[in-house]
């Protein structure tokens, strides 16, 4: 068995992307001391070697950790969409949505990589004023934070450059949700994310779409214990509440929190989004993966719901 500094020496990956790839990909499971200490055996450190094989070769992470907890196929296919630049930075995988996508979302990793914060907020503000709010949210800024992840996932972008730009994206959802607040006179609904859960652009970016659509709208925040999941809906009196669920790793702590209150307000209408949304272990409907859709469909849903 291998200490996590042994494991990142064998492999080649520093210690940071080896929880990360543990935390948000569950690439790897190692098991623990008795001071909670990972330990990773010989499958653990192939399972690593070839994730790390994968990304080197232009896979998304994501993508990359799919294939390794799969079925192995040989031989691998080349990325989709990778643009390759030998003679600058890393390439950058192309998502799909087309060259307007792919040239504003390099732009950014290219700005967060400088650390350039006034680089990045003249990105994400000529970028808001293309469209409405919805549509870029859906079509450019959710791919180019996965973008931006990927990368920094590939050593491309340090975790400074990472929260520089996620915090100027929270910055301006905070002010796009106070921004819609006039007039949601609709039916109310709670929106957050369970305990654990600390990924909150995609929830508050659908707290925003929600308020627009008319409905009130309480946002609760990232990693909300399951008790004041309880008080809050006991407050609130929502006709609605929403999880979300962007990762595997928030499921089963999401699904603790809507056996709970089902059985406190079995009447209560719960529903999920985020990228996990469509497990089978959520005991609840999913709203879709479009956050300007899944606003507009809970809208029509609430339709015939007092606000009083």
């Not at 990360?20 to 790897?28: N, S």
């Not at 001391?33 to 994501?62: F, I, K, S």
């Not at 390439?91 to 792919?102: D, E, F, L, S």
């Not at 409905?215 to 006709?239: F, K």
């Amino acid at each position: 068995m291998y200490t996590i500094k042994h494991a990142a020496e064998l492999t080649g990956v520093p210690v940071a992307t080896l929880r990360a790839w543990e935390r948000r990909y569950a690439v790897v499971a190692p098991e623990r001391t008795e001071g909670g200490y990972r330990l990773y055996d010989d499958a653990a450190v192939d399972r690593l070697r070839a994730m790390r094989d994968l990304v080197a070769a232009g896979w998304a992470p994501r993508q990359a950790a799919d294939e390794v907890r799969g079925p192995r196929r040989r031989p691998l296919p080349t990325p989709p969409g990778e643009r390759v630049d030998a003679a600058g930075p890393p390439p950058v995988p192309v998502p799909a949505g087309g060259p307007a996508v792919v040239e504003g979302a390099a732009d950014l990793v290219a700005a967060g990589r400088a650390l350039d914060a006034a680089s990045v907020a003249a990105v994400l503000d000529e970028r808001f004023a293309r469209g409405s709010f919805e549509s870029v949210v859906d079509d450019w800024l959710m791919p180019a934070l996965r973008l931006v992840g990927d990368a920094w996932e590939r050593g491309e972008v340090s975790t400074a450059a990472e929260h520089l730009v996620a915090h100027a994206v929270l910055r301006r959802l905070a002010a796009a949700f106070e921004a819609a607040a006039a007039g949601t006179r609709g039916p109310r609904v709670v929106i957050g994310l369970p305990p654990g859960g600390r990924h909150e652009l995609g929830a508050l970016a659908f707290a925003v779409a929600a308020r627009r659509a008319g409905l009130a709208v309480t946002y609760v925040g990232a990693d909300l214990p399951q008790d004041s999941w309880l008080d809050a809906v006991g407050q609130t009196r929502p006709h609605a509440l929403v999880l979300a669920v962007p990762r595997p790793e928030d499921v089963p702590a999401a699904a603790r929190v809507i056996d709970a209150v089902r059985r406190a307000h079995p009447d209560l209408r719960v529903l999920v989004g985020g990228g996990a949304q469509d497990s089978p272990d959520l005991p609840a409907p999913a709203l879709g993966h479009r956050i300007g859709d899944a606003a507009d469909r809970l809208a029509h849903a609430l339709a015939g719901a007092s606000a009083g």
